[in-house]
């Protein structure tokens, strides 16, 4: 069976499940588009390993990653493997060095592990073939959904991370920023933290 290797390319709130997110993964060769939707806490768990910010507690799919590790087991591939009756499913593949075994697993929860061992994310052209969408079909869609921002935090939207902090944050000095910066992630605002680590960036 063909594997066909996808890429993250967008995360935003979702426009038809209140409280959902869509995730847009893409054929890394082609120009299918496979949109999943998935919970909030996967959301952020993915939004944060993609924006490399380090929380102070380790969430749930960093605990698997350091329980792996111990066991000296590590992940091989994501494989999104089927799709029945709407539902997407996914295998994590590992390995302990000796022998290959699969976890099943939500695509979501899959994704965010995938993402912090670094390995690719494949699927079949069975799923891609049901549910995979063309890019020109995805153009007005995206249009729509330009201005959401990627949800990094349990209060996404919320006037803490609303316009008026990013006009603040270019305002103060880099030892300012470097107080709040911990300061949100004390609080485990992630969307807030990103952007005061973008701004420090510029600065440097």
């Avoid at 959902?20 to 949109?35: D, M, Q, W």
């Avoid at 000796?98 to 697993?105: G, I, M, P, V």
Wanted: aromatic share 4%; charged share 30%.
């Amino acid at each position: 069976m063909k594997k066909i290797e996808l890429e993250i390319l967008g995360l935003s709130s979702s426009q038809s499940q209140s409280g959902s997110f869509a995730l847009v993964l893409g054929e890394k060769e082609g120009t299918r588009r496979l949109p999943i939707i998935i919970g909030m806490f996967e959301a952020q768990s993915i939004a944060i390993q993609i924006e490399k910010i380090n929380p102070t507690r380790p969430l749930t799919h960093d605990l698997f990653k350091s329980f792996a590790q111990q066991m000296a087991v590590s992940v091989q591939e994501i494989m999104i493997s089927d799709l029945k009756e709407g539902v997407f499913f996914s295998k994590i593949v590992c390995t302990d060095g000796e022998k290959e075994f699969e976890l099943d697993a939500r695509p979501s929860d899959a994704i965010a592990i995938g993402l912090r061992f670094g390995v690719p994310i494949y699927t079949v052209e069975s799923v891609l073939s049901e549910a995979g969408i063309i890019l020109s079909d995805m153009e007005e869609e995206d249009e729509d959904e330009e201005t959401d921002e990627i949800p990094t935090s349990s209060a996404a939207g919320s006037s803490s991370t609303g316009s008026s902090a990013k006009s603040n944050i270019t305002e103060v000095s880099v030892e300012e920023l470097n107080n709040m910066l911990n300061e949100a992630l004390e609080k485990e605002d992630y969307e807030r933290a990103a952007k005061i680590r973008d701004e420090l960036n510029k600065r440097n």
